[in-house]
Protein backbone atom coordinates (compact mmCIF):
# COMPACT_ATOMS: atom_id res chain seq x y z
CA UNK A 1 0.00 0.00 0.00
CA UNK A 2 3.18 2.34 -0.87
CA UNK A 3 1.69 3.90 -3.53
CA UNK A 4 -0.90 6.25 -1.93
CA UNK A 5 -0.47 8.98 1.35
CA UNK A 6 -3.21 8.20 3.33
CA UNK A 7 -4.29 10.99 6.34
CA UNK A 8 -5.77 8.18 8.58
CA UNK A 9 -5.72 4.85 9.39
CA UNK A 10 -8.33 2.45 11.10
CA UNK A 11 -8.13 -0.92 12.44
CA UNK A 12 -11.33 -2.82 12.23
CA UNK A 13 -10.01 -6.22 12.74
CA UNK A 14 -11.20 -6.37 16.62
CA UNK A 15 -15.08 -5.49 15.94
CA UNK A 16 -17.98 -7.56 14.13
CA UNK A 17 -20.77 -5.96 12.12
CA UNK A 18 -22.47 -3.43 12.36
CA UNK A 19 -19.53 -1.90 14.55
CA UNK A 20 -17.43 -2.63 11.76
CA UNK A 21 -18.88 -0.11 9.44
CA UNK A 22 -19.64 2.16 12.38
CA UNK A 23 -15.72 2.49 13.16
CA UNK A 24 -14.99 3.20 9.72
CA UNK A 25 -17.41 5.82 9.43
CA UNK A 26 -16.62 7.56 12.53
CA UNK A 27 -12.65 7.57 11.56
CA UNK A 28 -14.30 9.04 7.85
CA UNK A 29 -16.37 11.36 9.45
CA UNK A 30 -13.49 13.03 11.19
CA UNK A 31 -11.58 14.16 7.56
CA UNK A 32 -11.96 16.57 5.34
CA UNK A 33 -13.86 15.88 1.80
CA UNK A 34 -10.43 14.87 -0.22
CA UNK A 35 -8.28 13.05 2.39
CA UNK A 36 -7.92 9.85 2.59
CA UNK A 37 -8.50 6.19 5.15
CA UNK A 38 -6.88 3.32 5.25
CA UNK A 39 -9.05 0.87 6.72
CA UNK A 40 -7.84 -2.44 7.86
CA UNK A 41 -10.10 -5.21 8.14
CA UNK A 42 -10.70 -8.86 8.31
CA UNK A 43 -11.96 -11.00 5.19
CA UNK A 44 -15.41 -12.21 5.09
CA UNK A 45 -17.95 -9.74 6.18
CA UNK A 46 -16.57 -6.75 6.40
CA UNK A 47 -14.79 -6.61 2.96
CA UNK A 48 -18.04 -7.63 1.56
CA UNK A 49 -19.65 -4.99 3.37
CA UNK A 50 -17.80 -1.88 4.49
CA UNK A 51 -16.46 -1.17 0.79
CA UNK A 52 -20.33 -0.80 -0.82
CA UNK A 53 -21.79 1.20 2.40
CA UNK A 54 -18.68 3.38 2.17
CA UNK A 55 -19.83 3.90 -1.53
CA UNK A 56 -23.20 4.29 -0.98
CA UNK A 57 -22.54 7.09 1.53
CA UNK A 58 -20.71 9.17 -1.06
CA UNK A 59 -17.00 8.05 -0.78
CA UNK A 60 -14.75 7.27 -3.51
CA UNK A 61 -12.85 3.63 -3.15
CA UNK A 62 -9.71 3.65 -4.35
CA UNK A 63 -8.25 0.41 -3.69
CA UNK A 64 -7.87 -2.62 -1.65
CA UNK A 65 -5.20 -4.33 -1.03
CA UNK A 66 -4.89 -8.09 0.21
CA UNK A 67 -2.30 -8.48 3.06
CA UNK A 68 -0.34 -11.27 3.32
CA UNK A 69 -1.94 -12.44 6.37
CA UNK A 70 -5.58 -12.76 5.08
CA UNK A 71 -6.14 -8.98 6.10
CA UNK A 72 -7.30 -6.07 3.68
CA UNK A 73 -6.45 -2.89 3.58
CA UNK A 74 -9.33 -0.63 1.72
CA UNK A 75 -8.42 2.79 0.83
CA UNK A 76 -11.01 5.31 0.60
CA UNK A 77 -11.47 9.04 -0.09
CA UNK A 78 -13.73 11.17 1.87
CA UNK A 79 -16.68 12.44 -0.36
CA UNK A 80 -18.30 15.68 -0.28
CA UNK A 81 -20.64 16.28 2.58
CA UNK B 1 -73.01 20.55 -3.25
CA UNK B 2 -70.37 18.50 -2.52
CA UNK B 3 -67.98 18.62 0.37
CA UNK B 4 -65.09 16.87 1.42
CA UNK B 5 -65.67 16.33 5.66
CA UNK B 6 -62.63 14.93 7.19
CA UNK B 7 -61.24 13.69 4.08
CA UNK B 8 -64.06 12.16 2.52
CA UNK B 9 -66.64 13.56 -0.02
CA UNK B 10 -70.11 13.77 0.24
CA UNK B 11 -73.08 14.96 -0.81
CA UNK B 12 -74.98 17.37 0.98
CA UNK B 13 -78.08 19.70 0.65
CA UNK B 14 -77.44 23.61 -0.64
CA UNK B 15 -77.29 26.18 1.43
CA UNK B 16 -76.22 24.32 4.51
CA UNK B 17 -74.23 26.36 7.50
CA UNK B 18 -71.86 24.67 9.29
CA UNK B 19 -73.36 24.93 12.42
CA UNK B 20 -76.30 22.27 10.58
CA UNK B 21 -73.19 20.37 9.33
CA UNK B 22 -71.61 19.58 12.73
CA UNK B 23 -75.20 18.54 13.78
CA UNK B 24 -75.47 15.99 10.55
CA UNK B 25 -72.19 14.74 11.33
CA UNK B 26 -72.26 14.28 15.39
CA UNK B 27 -69.29 16.47 15.76
CA UNK B 28 -68.88 15.42 19.72
CA UNK B 29 -68.71 18.32 22.25
CA UNK B 30 -69.49 20.98 18.96
CA UNK B 31 -69.33 24.17 21.57
CA UNK B 32 -65.40 23.37 21.92
CA UNK B 33 -64.65 22.38 18.65
CA UNK B 34 -62.30 24.25 15.81
CA UNK B 35 -63.05 23.81 12.83
CA UNK B 36 -61.12 24.47 9.77
CA UNK B 37 -62.79 25.43 6.39
CA UNK B 38 -60.73 25.57 3.61
CA UNK B 39 -57.72 26.45 5.94
CA UNK B 40 -59.20 28.98 7.80
CA UNK B 41 -59.90 27.95 11.51
CA UNK B 42 -63.14 29.00 12.92
CA UNK B 43 -64.73 28.70 16.79
CA UNK B 44 -67.88 27.92 17.70
CA UNK B 45 -69.24 30.96 17.52
CA UNK B 46 -68.83 31.57 13.75
CA UNK B 47 -70.53 28.17 12.94
CA UNK B 48 -73.77 29.64 12.77
CA UNK B 49 -73.19 32.01 10.31
CA UNK B 50 -71.37 29.98 7.76
CA UNK B 51 -72.53 29.55 4.90
CA UNK B 52 -70.72 26.30 2.86
CA UNK B 53 -70.53 26.04 -0.47
CA UNK B 54 -69.55 23.71 -3.21
CA UNK B 55 -66.00 22.08 -2.73
CA UNK B 56 -65.29 23.39 0.75
CA UNK B 57 -62.88 21.44 2.23
CA UNK B 58 -63.89 20.45 5.88
CA UNK B 59 -61.93 19.25 9.27
CA UNK B 60 -62.66 19.40 12.99
CA UNK B 61 -59.97 19.72 15.66
CA UNK B 62 -61.15 18.49 18.85
CA UNK B 63 -59.19 19.56 22.50
CA UNK B 64 -57.67 16.08 23.44
CA UNK B 65 -56.53 16.59 27.23
CA UNK B 66 -55.38 12.86 28.18
CA UNK B 67 -51.91 11.81 28.77
CA UNK B 68 -50.30 13.16 32.20
CA UNK B 69 -51.86 11.78 35.51
CA UNK C 1 -15.52 14.69 22.31
CA UNK C 2 -14.69 11.46 20.88
CA UNK C 3 -16.82 8.18 21.24
CA UNK C 4 -15.61 5.51 23.84
CA UNK C 5 -16.23 1.86 22.26
CA UNK C 6 -19.12 1.22 24.67
CA UNK C 7 -21.18 4.39 23.06
CA UNK C 8 -19.68 3.24 19.62
CA UNK C 9 -21.67 0.09 20.04
CA UNK C 10 -24.28 1.69 22.01
CA UNK C 11 -25.01 3.95 19.33
CA UNK C 12 -24.03 2.32 16.12
CA UNK C 13 -27.44 1.81 14.83
CA UNK C 14 -28.09 5.41 15.28
CA UNK C 15 -24.41 6.48 13.75
CA UNK C 16 -24.75 4.25 10.62
CA UNK C 17 -28.03 6.59 9.75
CA UNK C 18 -26.96 8.63 6.99
CA UNK C 19 -29.21 11.48 8.86
CA UNK C 20 -27.55 10.53 11.98
CA UNK C 21 -23.67 9.60 11.46
CA UNK C 22 -21.39 10.34 14.19
CA UNK C 23 -22.26 14.69 13.88
CA UNK C 24 -25.89 13.51 14.73
CA UNK C 25 -25.29 11.59 17.77
CA UNK C 26 -22.94 13.99 19.12
CA UNK C 27 -25.96 16.41 18.91
CA UNK C 28 -28.57 14.53 20.74
CA UNK C 29 -25.57 13.81 23.28
CA UNK C 30 -25.29 17.90 23.86
CA UNK C 31 -29.37 17.91 22.96
CA UNK C 32 -31.34 19.13 25.84
CA UNK C 33 -35.43 17.76 26.11
CA UNK C 34 -37.65 18.91 28.92
CA UNK C 35 -40.56 16.56 29.58
CA UNK C 36 -43.63 18.06 31.50
CA UNK C 37 -45.82 15.15 32.80
CA UNK C 38 -43.94 11.40 33.69
CA UNK C 39 -47.53 9.74 32.58
CA UNK C 40 -48.58 8.04 29.54
CA UNK C 41 -47.01 10.47 27.07
CA UNK C 42 -43.95 11.33 28.79
CA UNK C 43 -43.03 7.91 29.66
CA UNK C 44 -42.50 6.54 26.48
CA UNK C 45 -41.07 9.72 25.51
CA UNK C 46 -38.75 9.80 28.63
CA UNK C 47 -37.28 6.01 27.60
CA UNK C 48 -36.70 6.55 23.88
CA UNK C 49 -34.82 10.14 24.69
CA UNK C 50 -32.91 8.30 27.42
CA UNK C 51 -32.12 5.29 25.05
CA UNK C 52 -31.71 7.75 21.77
CA UNK C 53 -28.57 9.37 24.44
CA UNK C 54 -30.22 12.60 24.41
CA UNK C 55 -27.93 13.90 26.90
CA UNK C 56 -29.89 16.03 29.27
CA UNK C 57 -33.43 15.20 29.60
CA UNK C 58 -35.76 17.30 32.48
CA UNK C 59 -38.64 15.77 33.63
CA UNK C 60 -41.26 17.64 34.97
CA UNK C 61 -43.80 16.37 37.52
CA UNK C 62 -45.72 16.32 41.00
CA UNK C 63 -47.63 12.94 40.92
CA UNK C 64 -46.57 9.80 42.94
CA UNK C 65 -46.83 6.49 41.18
CA UNK C 66 -50.56 5.04 41.34
CA UNK C 67 -51.62 1.56 40.89
CA UNK C 68 -53.88 2.73 37.87
CA UNK C 69 -51.10 4.52 35.62
CA UNK C 70 -49.08 1.27 35.64
CA UNK C 71 -51.85 0.38 32.77
CA UNK C 72 -50.19 2.33 30.28
CA UNK C 73 -47.13 4.45 32.51
CA UNK C 74 -44.39 1.35 30.83
CA UNK C 75 -41.45 3.71 33.00
CA UNK C 76 -42.58 3.05 36.29
CA UNK C 77 -42.94 -0.69 37.73
CA UNK C 78 -45.41 -2.18 40.36
CA UNK C 79 -42.38 -1.77 43.16
CA UNK C 80 -42.50 1.94 41.84
CA UNK C 81 -45.64 2.41 43.71
CA UNK C 82 -45.79 5.86 45.91
CA UNK C 83 -42.60 6.75 44.65
CA UNK C 84 -42.17 10.51 42.97
CA UNK C 85 -43.10 9.70 38.83
CA UNK C 86 -39.29 11.96 38.47
CA UNK C 87 -37.69 9.47 40.60
CA UNK C 88 -39.10 6.48 38.82
CA UNK C 89 -38.55 8.19 35.94
CA UNK C 90 -34.87 8.88 36.56
CA UNK C 91 -34.31 5.55 37.78
CA UNK C 92 -35.59 3.76 34.83
CA UNK C 93 -33.80 6.38 32.33
CA UNK C 94 -30.32 5.84 34.20
CA UNK C 95 -31.32 2.39 33.69
CA UNK C 96 -31.55 2.31 30.49
CA UNK C 97 -28.68 4.74 29.41
CA UNK C 98 -26.16 5.94 31.81
CA UNK C 99 -24.74 8.41 29.43
CA UNK C 100 -28.13 10.67 29.83
CA UNK C 101 -28.45 13.48 32.83
CA UNK C 102 -31.27 13.51 34.09
CA UNK C 103 -32.72 16.73 35.76
CA UNK C 104 -35.84 16.01 38.08
CA UNK C 105 -38.61 18.75 38.87
CA UNK C 106 -40.78 17.48 41.73
CA UNK C 107 -43.54 20.16 41.05
CA UNK C 108 -46.58 21.28 39.07
CA UNK C 109 -45.83 23.89 36.22
CA UNK C 110 -46.95 26.91 37.16
CA UNK C 111 -47.40 30.68 35.99
CA UNK C 112 -44.15 31.35 38.48
CA UNK C 113 -42.15 28.57 37.70
CA UNK C 114 -42.36 27.57 33.96
CA UNK C 115 -40.46 30.07 32.39
CA UNK C 116 -37.23 29.26 34.21
CA UNK C 117 -37.84 25.52 33.88
CA UNK C 118 -37.79 25.79 29.88
CA UNK C 119 -35.05 28.48 29.94
CA UNK C 120 -32.14 26.01 29.71
CA UNK C 121 -33.91 23.01 26.76
CA UNK C 122 -33.50 22.68 23.50
CA UNK C 123 -37.30 21.36 23.01
CA UNK C 124 -40.07 20.62 25.29
CA UNK C 125 -42.62 17.66 25.12
CA UNK C 126 -45.51 18.49 26.57
CA UNK C 127 -46.67 15.27 28.18
CA UNK C 128 -49.74 16.67 30.36
CA UNK C 129 -52.63 16.11 31.04
CA UNK C 130 -55.03 18.82 31.53
CA UNK C 131 -55.71 22.26 29.86
CA UNK C 132 -54.82 24.39 31.99
CA UNK C 133 -51.45 23.66 31.69
CA UNK C 134 -51.31 22.52 28.07
CA UNK C 135 -52.50 26.57 27.24
CA UNK C 136 -49.12 27.73 29.81
CA UNK C 137 -47.12 25.58 28.04
CA UNK C 138 -47.94 26.84 24.93
CA UNK C 139 -47.85 30.54 25.57
CA UNK C 140 -44.68 30.12 27.86
CA UNK C 141 -42.72 28.46 24.68
CA UNK C 142 -44.38 31.03 22.44
CA UNK C 143 -42.77 33.83 24.28
CA UNK C 144 -39.52 32.48 25.18
CA UNK C 145 -39.52 31.15 21.87
CA UNK C 146 -38.49 27.98 23.02
CA UNK C 147 -40.18 24.56 20.18
CA UNK C 148 -42.47 21.90 21.59
CA UNK C 149 -44.67 19.65 21.02
CA UNK C 150 -48.20 19.52 21.99
CA UNK C 151 -50.00 15.74 22.25
CA UNK C 152 -53.12 14.36 23.69
CA UNK C 153 -54.57 11.11 24.01
CA UNK C 154 -58.29 9.33 25.14
CA UNK C 155 -59.92 6.76 24.74
CA UNK C 156 -58.55 5.26 21.75
CA UNK C 157 -57.44 8.57 19.61
CA UNK C 158 -54.50 10.39 19.72
CA UNK C 159 -53.24 13.69 18.49
CA UNK C 160 -50.21 15.81 18.23
CA UNK C 161 -48.52 19.23 16.25
CA UNK C 162 -44.99 20.44 16.60
CA UNK C 163 -44.53 24.24 17.63
CA UNK C 164 -41.42 26.24 15.92
CA UNK C 165 -41.04 29.58 16.79
CA UNK C 166 -41.76 31.93 13.49
CA UNK C 167 -42.49 28.50 11.21
CA UNK C 168 -46.11 28.02 11.87
CA UNK C 169 -49.13 28.13 14.13
CA UNK C 170 -49.34 26.96 18.07
CA UNK C 171 -51.92 25.57 20.39
CA UNK C 172 -53.72 28.87 20.88
CA UNK C 173 -54.10 29.36 16.87
CA UNK C 174 -55.72 26.60 16.87
CA UNK C 175 -57.79 26.36 20.25
CA UNK C 176 -58.45 29.82 21.47
CA UNK C 177 -58.98 29.21 25.03
CA UNK C 178 -58.89 26.72 27.59
CA UNK C 179 -62.94 24.55 27.73
CA UNK C 180 -64.11 25.32 30.71
CA UNK C 181 -63.76 22.57 33.63
CA UNK C 182 -65.23 19.33 33.29
CA UNK C 183 -66.57 20.40 29.78
CA UNK C 184 -64.28 17.96 27.95
CA UNK C 185 -63.93 14.63 28.89
CA UNK C 186 -60.38 14.15 30.04
CA UNK C 187 -59.17 10.45 30.27
CA UNK C 188 -59.33 9.99 33.89
CA UNK C 189 -63.14 10.17 33.24
CA UNK C 190 -63.12 8.46 29.56
CA UNK C 191 -60.47 6.06 29.71
CA UNK C 192 -57.42 5.28 26.97
CA UNK C 193 -56.40 2.15 25.58
CA UNK C 194 -52.65 2.14 27.44
CA UNK C 195 -50.69 1.75 24.01
CA UNK C 196 -52.15 5.04 22.87
CA UNK C 197 -49.34 7.00 24.96
CA UNK C 198 -46.98 4.26 23.65
CA UNK C 199 -47.71 5.75 19.79
CA UNK C 200 -48.37 9.48 20.50
CA UNK C 201 -45.61 9.70 23.18
CA UNK C 202 -42.99 7.79 20.78
CA UNK C 203 -44.36 10.41 18.02
CA UNK C 204 -43.45 13.03 20.47
CA UNK C 205 -40.12 11.45 21.36
CA UNK C 206 -39.24 11.31 17.52
CA UNK C 207 -40.10 15.35 16.95
CA UNK C 208 -37.38 16.14 19.57
CA UNK C 209 -34.96 14.19 17.85
CA UNK C 210 -35.28 15.07 14.79
CA UNK C 211 -35.56 18.64 15.69
CA UNK C 212 -31.74 17.76 17.37
CA UNK C 213 -30.84 16.58 14.30
CA UNK C 214 -32.15 19.19 11.94
CA UNK C 215 -33.45 16.55 9.66
CA UNK C 216 -36.54 16.02 8.04
CA UNK C 217 -40.12 17.72 8.53
CA UNK C 218 -41.70 18.37 11.76
CA UNK C 219 -45.43 17.86 12.50
CA UNK C 220 -45.48 22.23 12.20
CA UNK C 221 -48.45 23.91 10.37
CA UNK C 222 -49.91 20.17 10.76
CA UNK C 223 -52.03 18.12 13.49
CA UNK C 224 -51.69 14.83 13.46
CA UNK C 225 -54.55 12.50 14.39
CA UNK C 226 -54.67 8.90 14.84
CA UNK C 227 -58.08 6.63 15.34
CA UNK C 228 -56.97 3.29 16.95
CA UNK C 229 -60.13 1.66 16.25
CA UNK C 230 -60.30 2.86 12.50
CA UNK C 231 -55.82 2.80 12.41
CA UNK C 232 -56.53 5.89 10.65
CA UNK C 233 -53.68 8.84 11.03
CA UNK C 234 -54.60 11.97 9.38
CA UNK C 235 -52.53 14.89 9.11
CA UNK C 236 -54.56 18.22 8.88
CA UNK C 237 -53.05 21.09 7.66
CA UNK C 238 -53.27 24.22 9.80
CA UNK C 239 -53.19 27.69 8.72
CA UNK C 240 -49.34 28.96 8.66
CA UNK C 241 -50.14 31.85 10.35
CA UNK C 242 -53.12 33.34 12.76
CA UNK C 243 -52.74 36.81 12.84
CA UNK C 244 -55.62 36.75 15.37
CA UNK C 245 -53.73 34.44 17.83
CA UNK C 246 -53.81 36.34 21.24
CA UNK C 247 -50.49 34.98 21.63
CA UNK C 248 -48.31 34.60 18.49
CA UNK C 249 -50.83 36.92 16.48
CA UNK C 250 -49.71 39.76 14.60
CA UNK C 251 -51.05 41.85 17.62
CA UNK C 252 -50.64 39.59 20.99
CA UNK C 253 -53.19 40.41 23.78
CA UNK C 254 -51.49 37.82 26.24
CA UNK C 255 -48.32 39.04 27.29
CA UNK C 256 -48.00 37.01 30.76
CA UNK C 257 -48.50 33.59 31.72
CA UNK C 258 -51.71 32.55 33.80
CA UNK C 259 -52.99 29.49 35.52
CA UNK C 260 -55.90 28.91 34.68
CA UNK C 261 -58.35 26.92 36.91
CA UNK C 262 -56.59 23.44 37.59
CA UNK C 263 -56.72 20.33 36.17
CA UNK C 264 -59.65 19.02 34.83
CA UNK C 265 -58.29 15.55 36.26
CA UNK C 266 -57.49 16.53 39.30
CA UNK C 267 -61.06 17.10 40.93
CA UNK C 268 -61.55 13.31 40.92
CA UNK C 269 -59.21 12.44 43.87
Known sequence: MADIKTDEYVDITDVVCPVTFVKAKIAIEELEPGQILCVHMNDGEPVQNVPRSMKEEGHRVLKLYKNDDGTYDLIVEKGEE | ?69 | MAFSNEQIERYSRHIILKEVGVKGQKRLLNGKVLIIGAGGLGAPAAMYLAAAGVGTIGIADADEVDLSNLQRQIIHSTKDLGKAKVISAKETMEEINPDVTVNTYHTFVSADNISELIKDYDFIIDGTDNFPAKFLINDACVMAKKPFSHAGIIRFQGQLMTYVPGEGPCYRCVFKNPPPKDAVPTCRQAGVIGAMGGIIGSLQAMEAVKYLLGVGELLTGYLLTYDALKMTFRKIKLPKHVADCPVCGDNPTIHELVDYEQAECDGAF
Do not use: C, H, R, W
Not at chain 2, 1 to 18: A, H, R, S
Not at chain 2, 46 to 62: I, N, P, Q, R
Open chain 2, 1 to 69: MKLIVKGEEKEYKEGLTLAQLVELEKIETPQYVTASVNDELLSAGEFEKTLLKDGDVLEFLYFMGGGGL
